[in-house]
């Protein structure tokens, strides 16, 4: 609460200009009436087996709840009981298996009572009071003051509730709202299926809380209050559903002067007294005043349509990597005859306009933002925490690490759930473009035969089992999210399409109605999408790689998923794995399995084969973990350049699988649960870069891949090659330019590479130069021997690398490293922000790069920052490498 507040505070000192403006045309108002507050403190509940009394009873004061549990809200049932350690932490070792399982405790187990009391006066004559539950999982009934709300239980997970409770209001002001919250109807049985035996897709809800590949099952499959609960009051007319829609007509640069674009708004206006009230529905933007003079009749709602308004050289909102997220405030109103503002909405407007054609050369489609065709650079996303603990914050840092990734899309896959106004927040605010499933799965949707299912597929065809329920929450929340400008695709579901009665209705009558600015696409590897003509899915691979399949294995045209390994580094490893499970996999080669401890296994660990070994067979885990970065960082780098370095040619986009883990697994991630980032997420930093200089491993062809709308031009590259001593040879330099959205080839370096890495590997280090002399961006490969082997790194000696470190600002800490220039190049070293007491590293932390490596005789400077309450005095810089010994760094002041 105190940070929304602190939020809004900060939008509004933001907007004071644009309000200055508006009360020009406006005049002044009384803005007392319209007030909303969350809920989400001293909430009580107990299991529906201890209590006695009926909700009506609950919900007066009159029942205590002094002996129930604290819960959580928004939470879920198992959230409460992880916080009032009545069940250990699920993310700990094996410790879910300690949890009792839904499937076979019965719904009952995990029906629970939530009561909150609340404190708010009988509202003026006229003015309206509601309670509002943004997502409910999976039925409930709700009392208020020893009045039922619910007619009948208020079923689905993704429907959204609101009640008008001024007349139940307190005399004394003291109220309290009851809620018994029903499991979902059918919890599945979690036999080690993708999505258990599929059963779980029967609702409306979450398909991965009966477990997946790289999840294990939640034991309460998410019951609870678990979304948002606020008291919203309002005078009497209030404003429902605001529609947003901007036009950028024709093909725009990111910046310099631009044509108009056009601001269309309309909202619905609900009258919930018995008189008719005549106002005005409102909104300022950018110091264009645009109004209507509405009547409503008593008890009735209205559609309303504003004039559209022609912003006149508009800042416009680009993808990451594009060009600048501009978002316009905007304060939608409803100010009645007596001048008093009855409702109000601000909204964050991003004006852009989102188009997308075939490309007939890759046979895709492409995505088109304000005209200008987008290389697709993005990740797979299930939820930010398994357990739906979401928060602002959390939901900052993990897209901000997807834009330091240089990635400028999330797809949000449909076997979780559609996300919540505050992540797409953060996608306005970073530049990702959202590319959002509807609820469904391939894999529990029937479209493969698959013995660990229950029902046959033509009967998995027809989930959900309530279809009028699924169309009445996709309305809603299409409603819900439809103003973000981050928000460009929907899908039917991921790898298959929803039933063809809910198809057809998304096609033909609620995006069309709802939201028809947005390309909708029926599966996430539809054919409509990306022409499939090599059989299977339509997406990966997956899975460890040779570095040369990125290159030169041609893959699906706009690849909704192609992914690798993601082990985190050794830190990140003793946060949930015990000591005596700290066991190194085994890789046979013969076989070509992994023999791996019981909770990696757990924990969904997916091998790196002989990947590792090639840098020394690992003395421990911790030389395990270290070597597996190396790896990671190849991987990822890798895979961002071989697809770019077709684009337009081969592919219009790739999707990687995936980007984050909503908990403790050990697969398929750049950042771990707790927001600490692995070797990943800095190989796409590099290979996603928006401008990049890169070496094909198969043909030693180095090119330069432009993602921006611009030339670049008299740049100079220069490619050198870097023994294990440090002695450097020059093998080209040559003057380039690349025009837009392409990639160049120049020349290739296979055979002088190869000559040079013979014996003991080498290194290649590609650089560009802008007029200045200044380095524009660098990148360094490492060259295995003629063995694929990296037999010179293992003999690597150390390099003398000095580092100092200060601070820029309150909360942004400066690195410098420079390596001398008479030994051999300190490679790929990691940073850290540390607590100097508790030795710990802070979290969550950004770093401008990491996992660096320095030339002799060169210097870089790395940006760290972060948004903690840790004293400056306590921070430290830790500082290790691959030939560079562990340091503590001070940070001067």
């Known amino acids: 609460m105190k940070n929304q507040l602190a939020g809004k505070a900060a939008f509004f000192k933001v907007s004071i200009v644009s309000f200055v403006i508006a009360l020009i045309a406006f005049q002044s108002t009384d803005a007392n009436a319209q007030t909303k507050y969350e809920l989400n403190e001293g909430w009580k509940c107990a299991p529906i087996g201890s209590v006695k009394q009926s909700g009506t009873e609950l919900s007066t004061p009159a029942v205590s709840t002094q002996a129930w549990l604290p819960a959580v809200v928004p939470g879920t049932v198992l959230t409460t ?152 009051k309002t005078g009497g007319v209030r404003i429902k559903d605001p529609h947003i829609i901007t036009l950028v007509p024709g093909v725009r640069q990111s910046d310099g002067p631009q044509q108009p674009a056009i601001i269309k708004v309309s909202a619905t206006l609900e009258n919930a007294t018995g008189q008719p009230i005549t106002g005005e529905l409102r909104y300022n933007l950018d110091g264009n005043a645009v109004s209507k003079k509405v009547t409503l009749k008593a008890n009735s709602s209205l559609d309303v349509q504003l004039n559209d308004l022609s912003l006149k050289n508009p800042k416009l909102w680009w993808p990451n990597g594009y060009g600048q997220q501009h978002l316009y405030p905007m304060h939608l109103q409803f100010v009645t005859g007596a001048n008093k503002i009855s409702d109000q909405h601000d909204i964050k407007v991003g004006v852009r306009q989102i188009t997308t054609e075939w490309n007939t050369k890759t046979e895709s489609r492409q995505i088109n933002i304000n005209g200008q065709k987008i290389f697709i650079k993005g990740g797979n996303w299930i939820v930010s925490d398994e357990l739906l603990r979401f928060s602002d914050m959390r939901y900052d840092a993990e897209v901000r690490f997807h834009h330091d990734m240089n990635l400028n899309l999330i797809r949000v896959w449909g076997g979780a759930l559609i996300e919540r106004p505050e992540f797409y927040e953060a996608c306005d605010k970073y530049g990702m473009l959202v590319f959002q499933d509807m609820w469904g799965s391939g894999d529990c949707n029937g479209r493969w035969t698959d013995p660990m299912k229950l029902d046959d597929q033509w009967t998995r065809r027809k989930y959900p089992d309530d279809h009028g329920l699924y169309l009445r929450s996709i309305e809603d929340q299409v409603k819900l999210i439809r103003n973000y400008p981050s928000l460009a695709i929907w899908c039917g579901g991921n790898e298959i399409t929803p039933p063809e009665d809910i198809l057809v209705a998304l096609r033909d009558t609620i995006m069309p109605k709802l939201d028809n600015t947005r390309w909708l696409i029926p599966y996430s590897n539809s054919e409509e999408m990306s022409r499939n003509v090599m059989g299977g899915n339509g997406d990966g691979p997956y899975g460890i790689q040779p570095l040369s399949t990125f290159w030169a294995h041609k893959t699906y045209p706009f690849n909704s998923e192609v992914g690798s390994v993601g082990v985190s580094d050794y830190e990140s490893l003793k946060r949930f794995i015990p000591t005596q499970n700290m066991v190194l996999p085994e890789y046979d080669a013969a076989t070509g399995k992994t023999k791996t401890d019981s909770v990696w296994d757990y924990h969904k660990y997916i091998g790196y084969d002989d990947f590792i070994n090639k840098y020394g067979k690992p003395k421990n885990v911790q030389d395990f973990a270290t070597k597996a970065q190396l790896v990671n960082y190849d991987q990822y780098r890798a895979l961002m350049e071989g697809f770019s370095s077709h684009m337009w040619d081969w592919y219009t986009g790739t999707i990687i699988w995936k980007t984050q883990n909503p908990w403790t697994a050990m697969r398929g991630q750049m950042y771990d649960y707790y927001l600490d980032p692995n070797a990943c997420l800095y190989g796409l930093h590099s290979g996603s870069e928006p401008l990049h200089i890169m070496y094909d491993p198969t043909d030693g062809m180095v090119m330069v891949a432009n993602n921006t709308f611009k030339t670049h031009s008299n740049m100079l590259l220069v490619a050198k090659a870097y023994d294990m001593d440090g002695k450097e040879r020059i093998l080209s330099q040559v003057f380039s330019d690349v025009t837009p959205s392409t990639t160049k080839r120049y020349f290739s370096v296979k055979e002088e590479i190869a000559k040079l890495a013979k014996d003991k590997g080498a290194f290649l280090s590609l650089q560009l130069f802008d007029k200045d002399k200044k380095a524009i961006t660098e990148n360094i490969y490492w060259i295995a021997d003629a063995d694929g082997e990296y037999s010179g790194l293992q003999k690597m000696h150390q390099a003398n690398l000095t580092a100092s470190a200060k601070y820029l600002s309150n909360n942004k800490v400066e690195v410098t490293l420079t390596n001398a220039s008479n030994g051999p190049l300190a490679f790929f070293n990691r940073l850290s922000l540390v607590d100097s007491e508790t030795k710990q590293r802070v979290l969550p932390v950004f770093y401008s790069d990491n996992y660096v490596s320095v030339l002799p005789g060169e210097e870089k400077k790395v940006v760290i920052d972060y948004n903690s309450a840790t004293d400056k005095n306590n921070l430290v810089i830790s500082l290790g490498g691959w030939n560079v010994a562990e340091k503590t760094i001070q940070i001067n002041k």
């Open 81 to 232: 009981l992880i916080a009032d350690k009545k069940v250990p932490d699920p993310f700990f070792g094996m410790n879910n298996q300690k949890i009792p399982d839904i499937y076979k405790t019965g719904r009952d187990y995990y029906t629970y009572w939530f009561v909150k009391d609340f404190t708010e006066a009988q509202p003026k004559t006229g003015d309206q009071v509601y309670l509002n539950f943004r997502g409910v999982n999976y039925s409930c009934d709700v009392f208020l003051n020893g009045h039922k709300l619910t007619n009948k239980p208020h079923t689905g997970m993704f429907l959204r509730q609101s009640y008008n409770i001024t007349k139940w209001i307190a005399k004394n002001g003291s109220n309290r709202v009851a809620v018994i919250v029903y499991p979902p109807d059918v919890v599945g049985n979690p036999n080690g299926g993708q999505g258990g035996d599929g059963t779980i897709a029967r609702n409306v809800g979450i398909q991965y809380t009966a477990g997946w590949d790289w999840i294990q099952p939640i034991r309460d499959r998410n019951t609870g209050i678990w979304d948002k609960v606020t008291i919203e």
